[in-house]
């Protein structure tokens, strides 16, 4: 099968397109985006088209390859090992497992109004902005966030935000509409 047709109804596929954020895809054409509806009419098939890796003029710290960069189809870019891969049928990393995500914050000459500690600039993987405390972080383990709760979202509204509650008395809806 050419890689030009559809793997679902071997039809042809769409030049590519750009959506929005950044991505970008090739459609079936027998189908069709309806950004009312926001889904797709007729074969729902889409190619995802990604950067090919860059190789970069560095060495893994755990097996002493290449390092590659490389970004992820929502716009992640991350240094991984090239001796490195992902085994779709077990779903699992094979290789060298070494990866390094290029954590896109920058750090601000602002202090947190909560806890007095600095604030960061950093991006959704949606392309949103916003300001959130340095100390703010994650535990996957537990799956809680950590740290300082203060965000302040910088696209679309001059309101701030943190959990612990707001005008409206709601701690789990913000104050405004996104």
Do not use: H
């Not at 600039?121 to 949606?126: A, I, L, N, P, V």
């Amino acid at each position: 099968m050419s890689e030009d047709l559809c793997p679902k109804c071997n039809s042809p596929l769409n030049p590519e397109e750009t959506t929005p954020t950044g991505k970008k895809l090739q459609r079936c054409s027998k189908g069709s985006w309806n950004r009312e509806t926001r889904q797709t009419e007729g074969c729902t098939y889409v190619k995802w088209i990604t950067e090919p890796p860059q190789e970069l003029d560095e060495v893994c710290p755990k097996c002493g390859a290449k390092l590659i960069l490389q970004t992820t189809r929502y716009g992640k870019k991350m240094k991984k090992c090239s001796a490195g891969g992902w085994d779709r049928e077990a779903k699992k990393a094979t290789g060298c497992d070494y990866v390094n995500w290029m954590d896109e914050k920058q750090i601000l000459d602002e202090e947190c109004p909560k806890c007095g500690e600095k604030l960061v600039m950093t991006k959704t993987t949606k392309g949103k902005k916003l300001k959130k405390c340095s100390t703010a972080g994650w535990d996957a383990k537990n799956k809680i966030a950590t740290g300082c709760d203060y965000v302040e979202w910088v696209n679309g509204s001059a309101e701030k935000f943190t959990p612990s509650g707001g005008a409206n008395g709601n701690e789990e809806m913000p104050d405004f509409e996104v």
